[in-house]
């Protein structure tokens, strides 16, 4: 902004006196800015085709607040939660995603789309040159550069053209409301309003409710398909991932699909090799049966399935960030960034040689949260 300037600058009283337009002369003159070409849009005021064309980009920040308000009440009240295939439900759960992001996309489309034409239509035509200069700005370049702002705003008419101002303002409030809520929407619904729920973060598909019995379920990919596990059907030194299953639930095509649907259910069972040495955790020293044992396969950094496993060293490795946990050792973390143990499922065989959960996991299972003490 700043370089040479001319010997003759106006002194701080005649610049306080200066109007505007004067003000906006002597900084283009001050900045070596020449004006090639310089055209107002609409030299004649409040003609037809500059409503129209008001009118044109009003449309747009309207759109925009309305695809704000739909982005806002579709997060609010969309049928959010898994619904099973081949229901209404499902449908309407599956349109979930594509309507925010359409919703919330359209929104800034739209508000983006407002802006450009509003600069295409109404600020004045201008091709200026400016030479570049070196160094800080002087108070009368500051003082200049001000009044060409405040000039080139009440020349493109924004002053006057308040259905643009109130549909841009419009606009942009819905679409910021939209973006607020978006990471403040989690919050909304408390997660600790009844811990003792089952759908608590504290408690996973495992709990049982009024004493019923919790099977061990192996997955064969038919939701289906109930196969409940004895001791001998898992070999030595391999592995299953299983899921709960009650009686109740037998004929319940819901429920059997939501119990391999939910995210802390799943469950590595192992088995390891006779004679293998193991470390058990204080105070879980019977959680296992025989040489079976039971993990959350959610691992304890950010939450994906853990189950690449190395029987030999007794490593499982997470494949989102390589941590890796010791199943000969309580599930302890060896390599990563997980900082828990994998928490373990203490289980046990019915009196009909069923392997079974004897009660939910004693700790919450996945990542940390705020509520957890470690
Ligand atoms: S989620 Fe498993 S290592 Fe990050």
């Given at each position: ?41 609409w030299p004649v005021k409040g ?36 619904e099973t295939p081949n229901t209404?439900a499902h449908f309407l759960f ?281």
């Open positions: 902004m700043s370089g040479e300037k001319p010997d003759n600058l106006p002194s701080e009283a005649e610049l306080a006196d200066m109007s505007r337009d004067e003000l906006v002369r002597l900084g283009t003159k001050l900045d070596d800015v020449e004006l090639v070409h310089y055209e107002e849009r003609t037809r085709a500059e409503k129209r064309a008001e009118r044109s980009v009003a449309l747009w920040f309207l759109i925009a607040a309305l695809s704000g308000l739909a982005f806002l009440a579709a997060f609010l009240f969309w049928p959010w939660k898994y209404d599956s349109l979930y995603t594509p309507i925010i992001g359409l919703t919330l996309g359209l929104s800034i489309t739209a508000l983006g789309v407002g802006a450009l034409l509003y600069t295409k239509k109404f600020l004045p035509e201008e091709l200026a040159v400016q030479q570049r200069h070196e160094g800080g700005s002087s108070e009368v370049d500051k003082a200049t550069v001000v009044a060409e702002l405040a000039d080139a705003g009440e020349r493109s008419g924004l002053g006057r053209r308040s259905l643009i101002k109130r549909t841009a303002g419009l606009g942009a409030g819905v679409f910021g409301l939209g973006v607020l809520v978006l990471p403040l929407g989690g919050l909304v619904r408390n997660p600790w309003a009844d811990s003792d729920s089952k759908d608590s973060l504290w408690h996973t598909g495992w709990k049982s409710e009024n004493g019923e019995k919790v099977y061990l379920r192996n997955y064969t990919g038919d939701p289906h398909e109930v196969q409940l596990l004895r001791p001998e059907d898992i070999e030595a030194g391999g592995f299953l991932t299983v899921f709960p299953f009650r009686e109740s639930e037998r004929n319940d095509e819901h429920a059997l699909i939501m119990a391999t649907k939910r995210a802390d259910n799943p469950v590595m069972l192992l088995r390891f090799r006779p004679g293998q040495q193991i470390v058990k955790r204080a105070g879980q020293e019977d959680f296992n049966y025989g040489d079976i044992y039971a993990y959350s396969k959610v691992c304890t950094h950010l939450g994906c399935p853990a189950s690449l496993y190395e029987q030999q060293t007794g490593l499982l490795l997470c494949p989102c960030h390589q941590s890796q946990f010791d199943v000969f050792h309580y599930g302890k973390p060896r390599f990563g960034p997980a900082t828990r143990a994998l928490p373990q499922l203490p289980i046990t065989v019915d009196e009909d040689g069923y392997l079974i959960a004897r009660s939910d996991f004693i700790e919450a299972v996945g990542p940390a949260f705020w509520e957890r003490k470690s």
